[in-house]
């Protein structure tokens, strides 16, 4: 599950460069060592992306879900059978 930390802005330094290109919609990367580590977007970006608006499904709608699975048919587990008879056998000790 994804958890999302929310900050006011007075309590962290951001650029006014960054601030003003996120107001642009632009994406703003931040590099430690030359490796990007963090993301700037604007909010209004991300809503409907699963962003702020949309961390999870409710538990009941995942359940009927998972209810309205179609099972797979009776040939199906007949050809995985086959499909295993035509393997050759693993060797006791993958590494030799």
Known sequence: ???MLKL???SIRIPKEAR???LRHETVII???EHPILALVNVD???GKGGLDQVGKPFGA???ELANIALPDLEY???LKNI???QEQSPLNPWE
Do not use: T
């Open 1 to 3: 599950m994804r958890f």
């Open 8 to 10: 006011n802005a007075e």
């Open 20 to 22: 003003e290109a996120v």
């Open 31 to 33: 590099s430690s060592h």
């Open 45 to 47: 970006d991300i809503q």
């Open 62 to 64: 995942i359940v009927n």
């Open 77 to 79: 587990f007949e050809d």
């Open 84 to 86: 295993n008879c035509l």
